[in-house]
């Protein structure tokens, strides 16, 4: 292991990195080879850095924190990449670096207008002199047009452009774009180390943090959130009481209808006030209510189209978000079958650790009175509904459907 390899999970900007102590001595290794680009070397010594990467990894493995903190050490000034304490690492960090464009998606897709800004953007020379960095954190969300264009900027890149796109998975790209990138892959951080992550950041029980963190499946921001935000672990408890209610049809479908209900509530609770901010702050720009006279009143001419195209936009967001609720509530659902399987085919013996360690008692109801075959039929069940949700199918319809399967 190379002395950049041992630093690169405990220093600067790596240090918040979980679990991801190999995918970082990669990007220090490629940070210090474009610091020699930078000075002017050239061949094999450089071969660690390229002009295009795709960041890829389970939910909770930190792609866009990795790509983020690798655009931190490119730009750099500090002894080491990513030192954590220059300007640079600070303002990249903290999103007001000028040469890095950081991109996030609330919507449910991203178009060809926002591809073709970047490729304009990116042939630009980057005002500081080291490199102009686009870090586009869904780029799995790109329509295919979009995609295209992209392409486009990542086959002809200015001298020193460098594109970081993350996603779940390389399947989500075009073949052609990942032709062109050189690929990382995360792997999900381990129970232990983000339960240690909760009591050192959070200041968590470790026993609730280790429970957090076997639920969420190693997802610190989603442990994060079972553990400090107490209506989240409330969800999450309602969500598995569903497998038990499935025997009644009639409790069944109430309960797919209170799933639902309580994704919509989430993700109005996390939309609303931005929502009320954004309109505030469009109308203000419009001159609404400013000045005198009639037309005041109704804003500047074209108001009404740009108020509007803020709604469907804010609309557009808040059910991403209530998808993005559901499919968490599915994923615990499946997890919970996978306990069942386990103790099924385990009968008492030594098995996998079970996600849900604080429900073993419902696990075990449910193992003792039905089959694997019957328990595998469940899980194909939820996963059904995941799929439905993604294809526009009502999630109301699509989660009555599982529920009634579980029965």
């Not at 979009?146 to 890149?157: F, M, Q, S, T, Y």
């Amino acid at each position: 292991m190379t002395g950049g390899e041992s630093a690169g999970v405990g220093y600067g900007v790596w240090s918040d990195l979980i679990g991801q102590g190999e995918a970082a001595g990669r990007l220090v290794r490629a940070a210090e080879a474009a610091r020699r680009i930078l000075g002017g070397a050239g061949g094999a010594s450089v071969n660690a850095m390229t002009h295009a990467w795709l960041v890829t990894g389970p939910p909770g493995s930190g792609t866009s924190l990795a790509a983020r903190s690798f655009a931190a050490a490119l730009q750099c000034t500090g002894e080491m990449p990513g030192c954590g304490h220059c300007q640079e690492c600070r303002t990249t960090m903290g999103g007001t670096h000028p040469d890095v464009t950081i991109v996030r998606s609330d919507q449910l897709s991203i178009g060809v207008d926002v591809a073709r800004k970047l490729v304009r953007d990116c042939a630009m020379a980057p005002a500081g002199g080291r490199w102009q960095i686009i870090v586009f954190e869904d780029a799995d969300r790109l329509t295919e047009a979009a995609a295209n264009v992209l392409l486009k900027g990542i086959e002809e890149p200015a001298a020193r452009t460098v594109w970081l796109l993350c996603a779940p998975s390389s399947q989500d790209l075009l073949p052609t774009i990942l032709s062109r990138c050189r690929q990382l892959n995360l792997r999900t951080p381990s129970v232990s180390a983000v339960a240690e992550a909760l009591v050192r950041r959070d200041g968590a029980d470790y026993e609730r943090a280790a429970i957090a963190a076997q639920a969420a499946q190693g997802d610190y921001e989603r442990a994060r959130t079972l553990v400090l935000d107490p209506e989240a672990a409330a969800r999450r408890t309602a969500v598995l009481r569903l497998p038990m209610e499935a025997r009644d049809i009639g409790r069944a479908l109430n309960a797919a209808q209170a799933l639902v209900d309580a994704a919509d509530a989430e993700a109005r609770a996390a939309t609303e006030a931005l929502d009320a901010s954004e309109t505030e702050e469009l109308k203000l720009a419009l001159g609404f209510g400013q000045g005198k006279g009639a037309g005041t009143a109704r804003g500047v001419a074209g108001s009404a189209g740009l108020l509007k195209e803020l709604e469907t936009r804010q609309k557009r967001r808040l059910t991403r978000m209530q998808r993005d609720a559901l499919d968490r509530a599915l994923n615990d659902l499946v997890a919970f079958y996978r306990d069942v399987l386990a103790a099924q085919l385990t009968a008492g013996g030594a098995g996998p650790e079970p996600v849900h360690p604080d429900l073993r008692p419902q696990v075990a109801e449910i193992a003792r009175h039905s089959r694997p075959q019957d328990t595998l039929r469940r899980i194909d069940a939820v996963l059904r509904a995941r799929q439905a949700i993604s294809s526009n199918v009502s999630p109301l319809l699509a989660v009555e459907a599982m529920a009634v399967s579980l029965g």
